[in-house]
C-alpha cells in the first residue's frame, strides 16, 4: 500500500500536469484514482467530472464517477453513470457487474441479476462463487 507522501506527490504531478495543460482529461482521470484510493470520494467525483467535461467519450472515466458515487451512497448518479459507461463501451463487464450492485441496493432484484448475468456473459472470468452466491440470494430472497 502507498504511503500519504507517495499519493502527496502523485497529486502534486497531476495538478501540474493540469496546470500545464488544462484540457489532459488523463490528469484529471488519473487525479481522480488517486484520490479515490485515499478515499477522498468528493474530490474524486470533481476530478473524473473534469475528466469528462474535456473527453465525455471515456467509459472508464464514467465508471469510476460511478464507483465514487456508489461509495457516497449517491445511488441515482451511480447508476446514471454506470449506464454513461455502457452507451459508450455497452461490453463494459465490470460496468455491467457495478451497476447490479447498485440495482440490488435499491431493492431493484430483477434488474440486478438481469445485470450480473450480462457481466459474466461478456467476462466469464467475472463467475465466481461469491458472485453465484449473490445472484441466487436475489433470485430467492430479493436481496443481496
Request: hydrophobic share 35%; aromatic share 10%.
Given at each position: ?86 452507451r459508450i463501451n455497452p461490453r463494459y463487464a465490470k460496468a ?22 450480462k457481466a459474466i456473459r461478456i467476462n466469464p472470468d467475472l ?18
Open positions: 500500500m502507498k504511503d500519504t507522501l507517495q499519493y502527496d506527490k502523485e497529486i502534486a504531478d497531476f495538478k501540474t500536469a493540469i496546470d500545464i495543460a488544462p484540457d489532459n482529461a488523463e490528469a484529471y482521470y488519473n487525479l481522480g484514482i488517486v484520490y479515490a484510493k485515499q478515499g477522498k470520494s468528493d474530490l474524486a467525483v470533481e476530478s473524473y467530472q473534469a475528466a469528462i467535461n474535456i473527453n465525455p467519450d471515456y467509459a472508464q472515466t464514467h465508471y469510476n464517477l460511478g464507483n465514487a458515487y456508489g461509495r457516497q451512497d449517491k445511488l441515482d448518479l451511480a447508476m446514471a453513470s454506470f449506464k454513461k459507461a455502457l455491467h457487474r457495478n451497476l447490479g450492485v447498485t440495482y440490488a441496493k435499491q431493492g431493484k432484484s430483477d434488474l440486478a441479476i438481469e445485470s450480473f448475468k463467475d465466481s462463487p461469491e458472485w453465484r452466491r449473490r445472484i441466487n440470494s436475489l433470485q430467492n430472497k430479493g436481496r443481496i
